[in-house]
């Protein structure tokens, strides 16, 4: 995980901001699973 990313995190945790909670939780999870899926490199 980039560190400008866990940062990121870091502090909406501790801001309790829910939205950006969110938000970054389900980038990281849409770039996890398109970086581990050998199919999607072929994607341009």
């Known amino acids: 995980m980039p560190t400008w990313f866990k940062k990121q995190l870091r502090k909406a945790y501790l801001q309790k901001d829910r ?10 999870f ?8 050998p199919e999607s490199k ?3």
């Not at 939205?19 to 990281?28: A, D, E, K, M, P």
């Not at 849409?30 to 581990?36: D, E, I, K, L, M």
């Open 19 to 28: 939205y950006q909670i969110r938000l970054l939780n389900q980038c990281w």
């Open 30 to 37: 849409f770039y996890n699973q398109r970086n581990s899926n």
């Open 42 to 44: 072929h994607l341009p």
